[in-house]
């Protein structure tokens, strides 16, 4: 099972969740209450495993994120996994349920979502967050080239992808 690979410097991921929340975002992905707290890059995997479907078929279905998450200055700060989950390195946790989605405008990348979340873990850099956008995604569909028959059933391939997490906390002004 092969995986794509990206080359992806830390500093274009530095540059990626540094630069200015823009127009360019679906208005569906906006919450009206939501107040910036931070953006964080991701560089990681999505885990896709070959299952069989309800149409007596087999395809490959989502598993779950592994990803590193980065600050503006390219610093880690923390993990991003099934749950969907983001972590902070000071404890503080928040899991995500899917609220809108929206197709990327790279067709070869996973959708851009809008995401609730609530904390589930200490205070800290995302105890106060309330809203997670999923944006500028590179990478990360179910694979294409790689076969999912009755012969590669259960097994499971981990496709790299990137993006900006746009972490929102319920405030009076919007981003």
Request: aromatic share 6%.
């Amino acid at each position: 099972m092969k995986a794509m690979h990206f080359a992806i410097p830390s500093l274009v991921l530095a540059a990626c969740a540094s630069q200015p929340v823009d127009s360019s975002i679906p208005a569906t992905l906006v919450p009206a209450d939501g107040r910036l707290v931070e953006r964080v890059a991701a560089r990681g995997v999505q885990i896709y495993e070959c299952k069989a479907n309800a149409a007596g078929g087999q395809g490959w279905a989502f598993v779950a994120p592994e990803a590193e998450l980065f600050d503006a200055q390219g610093r880690p700060i923390g993990t991003h996994y099934a749950g969907p989950h983001w972590e902070a390195l000071d404890g503080s946790k928040i899991v995500g349920s899917v609220k809108t989605r929206a197709d990327a405008p790279d067709a070869s990348a996973i959708p851009w979502l809008l995401l609730d979340a609530k904390s589930v873990g200490g205070d800290g850099r995302f105890s106060k967050v309330t809203s997670v956008q999923r944006i500028n995604t590179v990478g990360g569909l179910a694979p294409a080239t790689q076969p999912c028959d009755a012969k590669s059933l259960g097994a499971k391939s981990r496709v790299s992808y990137t993006a900006d997490y746009v972490m929102l906390t319920k405030g009076t002004a919007a981003y």
